[in-house]
């Protein structure tokens, strides 16, 4: 077992094997450990004063109290991080990229679960397998798990919309993700106002 940011993980087979531990699952950016603090700390604590209680005001605080000035909705940051060329499809991301998500809540209120980037998460770490652990606020602030290697697994993936019988039939991390986020914290992250 391995200790990264305050959670144990295991090391790879080989890298036991080796006596070694080799992080090929683990990327890091200069504020990487911090996003991922502020972010276990808000999901035990809550947001900053002034902030939204909900998921867009959870990351923005989240990375205000890491130092990185932000205030946004997911729509207009997902449109801020597309005009900037920082979104990305990769199955592994860096510690502190944002997530974002499809159809997790009936946001036009028209009675189906079809409207684009509905929720948004903060990754906080990386297992050597690919599970992907997130800080989000959704019904509750809590921690969630995904792995865009096996989408559909149950074990890896955790469940985001309570839906299982709905139209789409997709309800868990892994199937509902659209893209990740790496943050420039050199750039103005402030959609809102």
Avoid at 149 to 171: F, I, K
Wanted: glycine share 10%; with cysteine.
């Amino acid at each position: 077992m391995v200790w990264f940011l305050g959670w144990c993980v295991p090391a790879s087979p080989a890298a036991r094997l080796l006596g070694e531990v080799e992080w090929s699952t683990v990327r890091l950016r200069e504020h990487s450990e911090d996003v991922a603090r502020s972010a276990r700390l808000a999901v035990r604590d809550g947001v900053l004063p002034g902030f939204r209680e909900d998921c867009s005001g959870f990351v923005s605080s989240v990375y205000t109290a890491s130092g990185i000035d932000m205030d946004g909705r997911v729509a207009t940051l997902w449109e801020a991080a597309l005009d900037r060329g920082l979104l990305h499809h990769d199955p592994i991301p860096v510690i502190g990229d944002l997530a974002f998500f499809d159809n997790t809540w009936d946001r036009d209120g028209d009675g189906r679960f079809d409207d684009e980037r509905t929720h948004i998460a903060v990754v906080v770490d990386v297992e050597p397998d690919g599970t992907i652990w997130m800080a989000h606020h959704g019904s509750k602030r809590a921690m969630i798990r995904m792995n865009l290697l096996d989408p559909r697994d149950e074990g890896s993936n955790s469940v985001l919309r309570l839906d299982p019988g709905g139209p789409l039939g997709l309800t868990r991390t892994g199937e509902l993700w659209v893209g990740f986020l790496t943050v420039d914290p050199e750039q103005d992250w402030r959609t809102e106002g």
